[in-house]
C-alpha cells in the first residue's frame, strides 16, 4: 500500500565508502531520520533548499561520496535547521482548493486508462501542491517533480527511486524495470513542470503510457498549451492521448483564499481578509507562503490589532508590496 511505502522511506546504507568517518556517518544518520519524520520531505527538497547538486546530494546520502563528506553532510545539516524554522514561521495546512479538486477528478478519470490528462494553471495558484497531496494520500500515484531539462536518464531514475526500485542498468534496463511493475496496474504517474523537460523524457514518458496502460497527468504552466499542441513534436503525440484538457486556472476563488486565511486566522474581520485578498492577486503561495507569515511575524505576535491599514504598511514594509491607491488619490 502507498502509506506504508511512505513510512521510513530513507535508510542508512548498510556500508558507507571509507572516506566516511564514525562522525559522518551519525550526521547521515541525522539526515535520514529528518527525511523519514515527514512524508513530504525528499532529497529534492534537500536539493533546492541547500543548492547542491543532484549528483552530490544522491551519493551523499547513498554513503558513496568519494571524498571527505564532512563539509556537505554539515550543509545539509544546516539546512535542515534552517527548513525547521521556516516552518515554525509558515503555516503548514492543506486546504482541497478548486486546482486540487481538478487534478483529483483528472486522476480519477485517466488512471489506468492508457491516457493522459493535462492540468494547466498560472504560476502559485498551487499546482505542485496539490499533485504532491495526490502522490500522498492515493495508492499507486508516483510524482515526478520535473528540472530543467530534464533528460530521459534522470526521468527514468527519479521514477524508480520514488517507487523504491533500483536505479541500476542502462536505459532499457531500468525502462524494463519499470514496466514490468507498472503494466495493467491502476497505477498514474504524475509529471510536475512538463512542459521544462526534454524531449527524450517525453518520449519515454509517452512510450512508458504505452507500453503499460497506466495513466498520467502532466501538469505545468500556460507554456504547456504551446508545447503539447506543436505540430512535429512527441508531445503532439501525448495531446492526442489526452482525454482530459481543462481550460487553465488562472487563480485560486476567493473562497479558496478564504479557506486558506481562516486556518491561521479563524476570526479575522471581512475587511482584514478583503485586504488580504487585494494584496494577493489570485495566488496562493503568496497568501500562504508570504502575506500571511509576514502577517503572523510581524502583526500579531506582537500583540498589535489586525486591521486593513495595519496589514497593507506590514506587506508594504516585509514583502515590498506597495500600497494600493486610495480612492480619489492624485497620480
Not at 179 to 202: G, M, Q
Not at 233 to 241: Q, W
Amino acid at each position: 500500500m502507498m502509506s506504508d511505502k511512505k513510512v521510513n522511506r530513507y535508510t542508512l546504507p548498510e556500508q558507507c565508502h571509507e572516506a566516511y568517518s564514525a562522525d559522518d556517518i551519525g550526521l547521515l544518520g541525522q539526515i535520514i531520520d529528518w527525511l523519514n519524520a515527514r512524508p513530504g520531505r525528499s532529497k529534492t527538497t534537500l536539493m533546492e533548499a541547500s543548492q547542491l547538486p543532484e549528483g552530490t546530494i544522491k551519493p551523499l546520502l547513498a554513503g558513496s561520496y568519494g571524498a571527505s563528506p564532512t563539509e556537505k553532510l554539515q550543509q545539509v545539516i544546516d539546512i535542515m535547521l534552517q527548513l525547521d524554522e521556516q516552518q515554525k514561521r509558515v503555516p503548514t495546512f492543506f486546504v482541497e482548493t478548486q486546482i486540487y479538486r481538478t487534478a483529483h477528478l483528472l486522476a480519477k478519470n485517466v488512471r489506468g486508462t492508457g491516457r493522459f490528462g493535462v492540468l494547466v494553471g498560472n504560476v502559485g495558484v498551487g499546482k505542485t501542491e496539490a499533485v504532491k497531496r495526490l502522490a500522498k494520500t492515493q495508492p499507486n500515484t508516483w510524482l515526478v517533480e520535473a528540472t530543467p531539462r530534464m533528460n530521459d536518464s534522470t526521468f527514468l531514475n527519479e521514477l524508480l527511486y520514488a517507487m523504491d526500485l533500483p536505479e541500476s542498468g542502462n536505459r532499457h534496463q531500468r525502462f524494463r524495470r519499470l514496466t514490468h511493475r507498472l503494466k495493467d496496474t491502476p497505477s498514474l504517474i504524475i509529471l510536475d513542470e512538463a512542459e521544462e523537460v526534454a524531449h527524450n523524457a517525453r518520449e519515454t514518458l509517452r512510450r512508458l503510457i504505452d507500453h503499460t496502460q497506466i495513466g498520467g497527468l502532466m501538469v505545468g504552466n500556460e507554456g504547456l498549451h504551446e508545447v503539447l499542441q506543436r505540430q512535429n513534436n512527441v508531445f503532439n503525440r501525448l495531446g492526442s492521448r489526452s482525454s482530459l484538457w481543462p481550460q487553465t486556472i488562472f487563480a485560486i476563488s476567493k473562497a479558496d483564499a478564504q479557506a486558506m486565511v481562516h486556518q491561521v486566522i479563524p476570526d479575522i474581520s471581512s475587511d482584514c481578509f478583503n485586504t488580504l485578498w487585494t494584496l494577493c492577486g489570485g495566488s496562493a503561495r503568496m497568501l500562504v507562503k508570504n502575506l500571511l507569515p509576514a502577517i503572523l511575524e510581524f502583526c500579531i505576535n506582537q500583540g498589535h490589532t489586525l486591521t486593513p491599514r495595519r496589514i497593507q504598511q506590514c506587506a508594504t514594509q516585509a514583502l515590498s508590496i506597495p500600497l494600493p491607491k486610495m480612492p480619489g488619490a492624485a497620480a
